[in-house]
Nanobody
Framework: QVQLVESGGGLVQAGGSLRLSCAAS????????IGWFRQAPGKEREFVSY????????YYGDSVKGRFAISRDNAKNTVYLQMNSLKPDDTAVYYC??????????????????WGQGTQVTVSS
């Protein structure tokens, strides 16, 4: 079955770091890449990062550039999101998703067909 499972969320102080993991089935992992999105209470879902199947292409949302880094280990069917210099505004539920509709840009949630259940990240001031 196609499944994506996030882990690594938690509570961290501003300026700290967390590393999120997204474990995916082979099918979900090998479509058109993996993206990370986040959603805070009262806000719309926001694009965070994307990595292509090979890992050669990556993209980041403007709000996280220079602070977050995405990577993948295909042997483990896992994508990572290293989050550094965390801010309270980074507080959200973080979702990984498998891209299945390449005619939608990488930052568009509608381009992703499979989603994990999310992991909570809370950054205290």
């Amino acid at each position: 079955q196609v499944q994506l499972v996030e882990s690594g969320g938690g509570l961290v102080q501003a300026g700290g770091s967390l590393r999120l993991s997204c474990a995916a089935s082979g099918r979900a992992f090998s479509t058109y890449g993996i993206g990370w999105f986040r959603q805070a209470p009262g806000k719309e879902r926001e694009f965070v990062s994307y990595i292509s199947v090979s890992g050669s292409n990556t993209y980041y949302g403007d709000s996280v550039k220079g602070r977050f880094a995405i990577s993948r280990d295909n042997a483990k069917n896992t994508v990572y999101l290293q989050m550094n210099s965390l801010k309270p505004d980074d507080t959200a539920v973080y979702y990984c998703a498998s891209r299945s509709r390449p005619w939608v840009g990488v930052s568009g949630p509608d381009g992703y067909g499979y989603w994990g259940q999310g992991t909570q990240v809370t950054v205290s001031s």
